[in-house]
Every structure is written in structure tokens, then in C-alpha cells.
């Protein structure tokens, strides 16, 4: 019986309080907290008579440490959720620390003002001695490890599907499936579609920021890092069909680059529409991607943040989005001496999301996920004091929610294989 804080109140926010709602035993007070306070209060509205989790909300803006560590003070929670945006992680971990609270998110850090210089230059720093661009690592996390595990306190990183159940589907496969795994290829296929020219499943900024970015992959001990869809491959997925996929750089390779012993390679690919990449192609070419604030009419606006208030809200898309989405891993390498190939996945229908909660499946699939490490952690059944990635624990309790609270999976033996 546990008091849970969650901050931020968007698509993927949604579906993360109402699964902790169906799950009242381990979350039995539930606060939502968020810069638009009237978007929590509607939540609540939506739950009211339907859990026995007792539910209130506040306002807090998550930049600011003083009033996150004000707002835990007066509300006591064992966890809290952060299902904001990347750019709050590190004040959301000060607030946690300062106040004993073990910490969750599903999006690792990365810096809101890329023109920082003095972000830029450590960033750069770790271009040259890491070997891939990319505007979000997780050096800034782990960097906390000490101070949690000496606080006895849990930072769980990565709560969601892709990072989150990709790296529990990595530790299920090292422990059930492989003595050795050579190499591992993270597949999300969205085979939805909204029915708009152009919109993003989840937050645009943050969406379009690391789509549009170069790719990278793991290999051999190194990054290697290429063009932004330099690498395309075609994909039969199970229950979905043929499609296009293209190799982008994603978080949670760097840390199973770390937790999986012996692994040779690992490559991430997600499946594209032409037109989403043209529309992309064009937004980018004009300049409506970029971060640098530009003056326009007597005030500064940010690009990417202006087109962010043109495009339809990830949230408001459940009701259009018809389809399926397939992500999963696949994984080669060897047991007992022999080779092995498996695909290891879950298939998520978009209106069957909207149905039972009113969301569509990409939020549903991150939303299950940032409650089921949010559940694990506060009860004690996932207990490793310091920072840590999902793949650092015993992957069976949460594969066995992933299979109660709607995010079934499947293993096929000898799948297709990607070149
Ligand atoms: P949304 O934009 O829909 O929601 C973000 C929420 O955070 C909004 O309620 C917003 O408030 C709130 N927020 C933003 N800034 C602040 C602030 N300073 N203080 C308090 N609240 C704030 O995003 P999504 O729900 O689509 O995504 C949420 C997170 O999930 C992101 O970090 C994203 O990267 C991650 N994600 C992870 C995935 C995974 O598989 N691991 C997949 C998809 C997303 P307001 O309503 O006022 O705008």
C-alpha cells in the first residue's frame, strides 16, 4: 500500500495512471501532477467510482526543484513516475534524492536548449570519445548511481516499451533462450495509421528530434554511426505485413551494449511511410525541426516548439488510429552449443487501446510498461539500490505483468532475419 506521484499528464501519462488504477493492491494513493493542472483534475474525473485508488492532483512545473521537492514533501509518495519530458529528468532525480524517494522515467536526459555552451561542451566531448552524436545518453543518470545507492534509494531508467520492455525482452532471452547472445535487433513496426497528412505518435518535439537525428549501431565494441535513413531494411512483421524500416540511433542500445555479455552487435529499426518522411524532409529542409530559438515579430520563438502547436496532439489520436502495432527483438546466438534465432514480441491493436482506455497503442504500450517497473520497484520485488537500466533485473515478474495488464507476448523460433 504505497502513495504514488506521477508528473506530466500527456498521452503516455494516461495510460500509466489508469493501468496503476487497475492495480489499486500495490498503488493504493495516486497524485498527478503537472504544469496544466486541469488536465490532471479531468483524469481524475475519469476515474472517479472505477478504482479503489485514491486519487489527487496538483500543479507543479518540473524545471523547478524547489517546488518538486515541496510537492513530495507535503505528499509523502514512495515513487514517483516521471512521465514529463527527458527535459526534467535530472531536477526530477535531485527532488527524488533530496527527498528519499525512488525515482522512474521512461526517456533518458537530454538538454531542452541544445545551445547550452555548457552542455555543448561536454556533449562534444562525448561525440569524440563515445562515437555517436546523438542529443540524449545516459552518462547524465548513471552519473547519480553512487548518490542513490548511498541514499538506499531505486532509479529505474527507461520504464517504457522501447527502452523498457526491449530490455526486459534482452534479460528474458540471456536467461531462458540463450548461453550467448551475438546479436540483437530492436524492431518497432507501427502498421497504424491516423488518417492525417502528418502527425507524430508521441510528443512531436522530442519525436521529430531524435528521428530526424543520424542513426548509429553497436558492433563490435564501437559505434558506428550513419546518415539519418541511410539504412533501410524491409520487415515481415507477424500480424502486420511488409514494411519499410530504417536503422536509428536509440537509447537503450547503450546500455545493453553495457549489460549483455559478449554481444557483437545491436541495431534498432523502425518502420516509416514515405510520406511521413517526406513530410519530415520538407518540415526539416525549412528549418521548422530546429531547436535554436529565431526572433519572429518583436519575440523569440523555438522552431520545433511552434510546429509542435500545429501538429494534432499524440493524445487526441486514439479515436482515429486504426491498425497494429508489432515491436520485439530479435535475438541470434547460441545455446547448448547449437545456433539459435528467436523473435521475441508484442502486438498491440490501436482501436482495442482505445477501446479499454481511451488512448491509442503507442501510448498504451509505453503507458503498461512505466506501471509495471513503477509496480515492481515500489513493492519491493525489484530492490538493486543505485540507477539502473530494466535489463539489470530478473526479467519474469515483469513479463508475467506484461502479460496480465494487455501487452501479451509471443517467441517464434527461427524467425525471418534482417541483412
Ligand atoms: P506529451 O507531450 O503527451 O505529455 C507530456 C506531459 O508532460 C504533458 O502533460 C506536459 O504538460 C507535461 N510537462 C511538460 N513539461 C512540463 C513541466 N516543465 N512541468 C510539468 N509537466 C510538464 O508526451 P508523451 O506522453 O507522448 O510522452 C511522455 C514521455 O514518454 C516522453 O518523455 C517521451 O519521450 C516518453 N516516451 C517513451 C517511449 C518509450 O517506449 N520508452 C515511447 C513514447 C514516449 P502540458 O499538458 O502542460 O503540456
Same mark, same amino acid.
Given at each position: ?5 506521477i508528473?506530466g499528464c500527456g498521452g503516455v501519462a494516461s495510460v500509466a495512471i489508469q493501468k496503476c488504477c487497475q ?9 498527478i501532477?503537472s504544469?496544466?493542472?486541469?488536465k490532471c483534475?479531468a483524469m481524475? *474525473?475519469k476515474l &472517479?467510482?472505477k478504482t479503489?485508488?485514491?486519487?489527487? $492532483? =496538483?500543479?507543479? @512545473?518540473?524545471?523547478?526543484?524547489? +517546488? ?13 513516475l516521471?512521465v ?22 521512461t ?13 555543448? *561542451?561536454?556533449? &562534444? ?7 555517436? $552524436? =546523438?542529443?540524449? @545518453?545516459?552518462?547524465?543518470?548513471? +552519473? ?16 517504457g516499451f ?28 507501427n502498421?497504424g495509421d491516423n488518417g492525417c *497528412?502528418?502527425a507524430t505518435n508521441f510528443n512531436p518535439?522530442?519525436n ?104 494534432p496532439d499524440p493524445a487526441s489520436l486514439g479515436p482515429r488510429t486504426k491498425g497494429k502495432t508489432?515491436i ?18 508484442n502486438v498491440c491493436d490501436h482501436q482495442a487501446c482505445y477501446r479499454e482506455l481511451g488512448s491509442q497503442a503507442v501510448s498504451y504500450t509505453t503507458g503498461v510498461p512505466a506501471m509495471i ?32 495488464y494487455g501487452l ?12
Amino acid at each position: 500500500m504505497s502513495k504514488l506521484l506521477i508528473i506530466g499528464c500527456g498521452g503516455v501519462a494516461s495510460v500509466a495512471i489508469q493501468k496503476c488504477c487497475q492495480n489499486s493492491d500495490v498503488f493504493s494513493e495516486l497524485c498527478i501532477a503537472s504544469r496544466t493542472k486541469s488536465k490532471c483534475d479531468a483524469m481524475k *474525473a475519469k476515474l &472517479e467510482g472505477k478504482t479503489r485508488t485514491k486519487i489527487t $492532483t =496538483a500543479q507543479v @512545473d518540473a524545471n523547478d526543484e524547489q +517546488a518538486l521537492k515541496s510537492l513530495m514533501n507535503r505528499y509523502g509518495p514512495k515513487t514517483v513516475l516521471n512521465v514529463a519530458l527527458p527535459y526534467q529528468d535530472l531536477t526530477i532525480m535531485d527532488a527524488c534524492l533530496a527527498c528519499g524517494v525512488n525515482y522512474v522515467d521512461t526517456a533518458n536526459y537530454e538538454p531542452e536548449n541544445t545551445d547550452d555552451p555548457a552542455w555543448r *561542451a561536454i556533449y &562534444e566531448k562525448r561525440c569524440k570519445e563515445l562515437g555517436f $552524436t =546523438a542529443y540524449f @545518453d545516459y552518462s547524465w543518470q548513471w +552519473a547519480y548511481r553512487k548518490k542513490y545507492e548511498e541514499a538506499g534509494l531505486t532509479a529505474l531508467l527507461g520504464s517504457g516499451f522501447d527502452p523498457g520492455v526491449t530490455s526486459v525482452f534482452s534479460a528474458y532471452a540471456q536467461k531462458h533462450y540463450f548461453d550467448q547472445i551475438d546479436t540483437i535487433d530492436i524492431l518497432d513496426c507501427n502498421g497504424g495509421d491516423n488518417g492525417c *497528412a502528418f502527425a507524430t505518435n508521441f510528443n512531436p518535439e522530442i519525436n521529430l528530434r531524435e528521428v530526424s537525428a543520424n542513426g548509429s549501431y553497436w558492433e563490435n565494441g564501437r559505434w558506428i554511426e550513419t546518415k539519418p535513413m541511410e539504412i533501410k531494411r524491409e520487415y515481415d512483421f507477424p500480424q502486420v505485413g511488409q514494411k519499410d524500416m530504417y536503422l536509428l540511433h536509440h537509447e537503450e542500445i547503450e546500455s545493453l551494449a553495457k549489460n549483455i555479455p559478449g554481444i557483437k552487435r545491436i541495431r534498432f529499426f523502425m518502420t516509416f511511410g514515405q510520406s511521413y518522411l517526406t513530410h519530415m524532409k520538407c518540415l526539416e529542409d525549412v528549418g521548422m525541426l530546429s531547436t535554436s530559438p529565431v526572433e519572429f515579430e518583436g519575440r523569440e520563438i523555438v522552431p520545433i516548439q511552434f510546429l509542435k502547436t500545429l501538429l494534432p496532439d499524440p493524445a487526441s489520436l486514439g479515436p482515429r488510429t486504426k491498425g497494429k502495432t508489432n515491436i520485439g527483438c530479435l535475438f541470434s546466438g547460441t545455446k547448448d552449443g547449437k545456433k539459435r534465432t528467436i523473435y521475441l514480441y508484442n502486438v498491440c491493436d490501436h482501436q482495442a487501446c482505445y477501446r479499454e482506455l481511451g488512448s491509442q497503442a503507442v501510448s498504451y504500450t509505453t503507458g503498461v510498461p512505466a506501471m509495471i517497473g513503477t509496480a515492481l520497484v515500489t513493492s519491493g520485488v525489484w530492490n538493486k539500490k543505485g540507477v539502473h537500466n530494466l535489463e539489470e533485473f530478473d526479467p519474469d515478474p515483469f513479463m508475467e505483468m506484461l502479460n496480465r495488464y494487455g501487452l501479451p507476448w509471443t517467441v517464434e523460433e527461427s524467425p525471418e532475419t534482417v541483412g
